[in-house]
């Protein structure tokens, strides 16, 4: 059993480790957005080059986080974790010292896979290795600084961007690295899961990545309209085809089919892609309509963009508080709507915007959007499935979001009607951030209906999250379980799972019911 206390000098160590490198992960996923104007003017790169920056790093992220749990699982948390560190602040030299956009996508790309390796490792970290009467706390902790994180990012981003320069946002992951390396190496023990065991699911992780990867590319690229688009479409979809089948036929998949069997958990994660697909988008189109239409700096953009992150911080935990009470239908319903509020409040952002009359209130309003969701979505997550199963669906939950959020950066512009270099004309920028805001307000309005059709209050007693404090606008936070990969679906006794129709049996744990009460 871990004993590390949190008030001893090992258990401060652990926690500086910890939100060390979950903060290189988290800081890179808020601060790019606000740099993207600058290293699109200094590299000559195209509207789709932009969106590949952002787009490179979450594929590879999205598509193996689950897969950097379960080695953590196997292999060594901190050994996982450490090699995460070092494999993210590498690929960031790359990034820093990149010449041209290519070489830069790349590197993104080798980011998101330092990515998976150190997020879900460094709660695991804290799982594996603090007392019981701690952990909790512990995880509060962890979560509340990298709140923190998340609100000083884009305020450091457009700092370092007016400043020393774009490559230092990236730059600025090495001293980071270099401090958390040893740390972990001197004071973290090393923990392993007990009954870890079965094969790696890396072909579903492949598949799953490259289906991403593949549909990304096809819908930045549509408008050119060639055979080269068609191909890639077709592709993806059958490599989409080829990873549920793959899912449906292993003994061990990374993502077990049998945890949909719970209607809730399914329709918890539809809300998730909806909402998270419309964040997504909203803050990469944001950070540059505030630049490129707005005439506001780097440093400006991103000091904007503060209140949203800094109502999360402030109210998360009272909201799930309250969501607790009233069950998650009502805030899952309500809080889209706040937020799709906010995404047309946004358009009274156009040239020589005003901060306060324009800006400010749009911000507000989604800041108290997503204060009203995200923590009672996270609860409902956990609560749609066994205990023991609570990491693997916090990951799963944690991987839809990211997929919505690459889909939406690469779909919207699209749709939007938004032309290769539409970001170096402000007029063409502003008539595309107008059509896009409205499709984003849409898609948090088909949320809302999912959530207030779909959504049911889970049995008392069930799942809670730990993490009661978030700041995170990009993802829901991860929750720790028995490991954050396949291991914690095998270790829920998983062929009952797996094999569960719509109607599961009543042993599945606090989940049974959930489909029973009251909304």
């Known amino acids: ?31 790019v957005n606000v740099a993207l104007p600058t290293i699109g003017r200094d590299l000559g790169a195209s509207l789709a080059a932009l969106q590949w920056t952002v787009n490179a790093y979450m594929v590879t992220l999205a598509g193996l986080i689950l897969l950097g749990g379960s080695l953590g699982d196997r292999y060594g948390r901190r050994r996982i974790f450490v090699l995460g560190v070092v494999w993210f602040a590498a690929a960031s030299l790359l990034c820093g010292l990149a010449p041209n956009s290519g070489v830069l996508i790349a590197a993104r790309a080798l980011q998101g896979i330092g990515g998976a390796l150190l997020t879900p490792g460094s709660l695991a970290l804290i799982q594996a290795s603090f007392h019981p009467d701690d952990r909790s706390r512990a995880v509060g902790l962890w979560s509340g600084f990298g709140g923190i994180g998340a609100a000083v990012g884009p305020f450091l981003g457009g700092w370092l961007v007016t400043g020393p320069g774009w490559r230092w946002v990236f730059l600025l992951n090495i ?80 993502l077990p089919p049998g945890i949909f069997a719970s209607r809730q958990f399914t329709a918890v994660n539809l809300v998730t892609l909806c909402v998270y697909a419309a964040f997504g988008g909203f803050f990469f189109l944001t950070a540059l309509q505030l630049q490129v239409v707005a005439g506001y700096s780097p440093l400006a953009a991103g000091t904007a963009l503060l209140p949203t992150t800094a109502l999360m911080l402030l109210f998360s935990s009272r909201s799930g508080a309250l969501a607790d009470r009233t069950g998650p239908r009502l805030p899952l319903t309500v809080g889209p709507l706040i937020c799709a509020a906010a995404m047309l409040l946004m358009l009274r952002v156009g040239p020589h915007a005003d901060y306060l009359r324009d800006v ?10 997503m204060v009203t969701l995200v923590a009672p979505l996270t609860a409902t997550v956990l609560a749609s499935v066994d205990t023991s199963r609570a990491g693997l669906a916090s990951g799963i939950n944690n991987a839809a979001a990211r997929a919505a959020g690459l889909v939406a950066v690469a779909a919207l512009p699209l749709l939007a009607g938004m032309g290769p270099d539409a970001y170096r004309s402000p007029t063409a920028f502003n008539a595309a951030f107008r059509r896009a805001m409205p499709i984003c307000a849409a898609t948090l309005l088909l949320g809302s209906v999912l959530a207030v059709t779909l959504i049911r209050r889970p049995p008392r007693g069930c799942r809670r999250p730990e993490c009661r404090t978030h700041g995170n606008v990009t993802t829901p936070p991860l929750e720790a379980g028995r490991g954050t990969g396949p291991e914690a679906g095998r270790e829920a006794g998983s062929e009952a799972g797996r094999e569960a129709g719509p109607e599961a049996p009543r042993e599945a744990g606090p989940g049974a019911r959930r489909d029973q009460g009251p909304a």
């Open 1 to 31: 059993m871990p004993d590390v206390r949190l008030a001893s000098p090992r258990g401060k160590w652990i926690l500086l480790t910890t939100v060390l490198g979950s903060s290189m992960a988290l800081l890179d996923s808020t601060v």
């Open 175 to 254: 001293p980071v690295a270099l401090l958390c390396v040893p740390v972990a190496l001197r004071h973290v023990p090393e923990s392993a899961g007990e009954k870890s065991h079965g094969r790696f699911d890396v072909l579903g992780s492949a598949l799953g990545a490259l289906a991403l990867a593949l549909l990304t590319y096809a819908l930045i690229e549509a408008r050119a309209g060639s055979l080269t688009v068609a191909v890639s479409a077709t592709a993806g979809l059958l490599a989409a085809l080829a990873f549920v089948y793959v899912e449906r036929h292993r003994p061990d998949p990374m």
């Open 360 to 369: 400010l209130p749009a911000l507000l309003v989604m800041g108290a959007g």
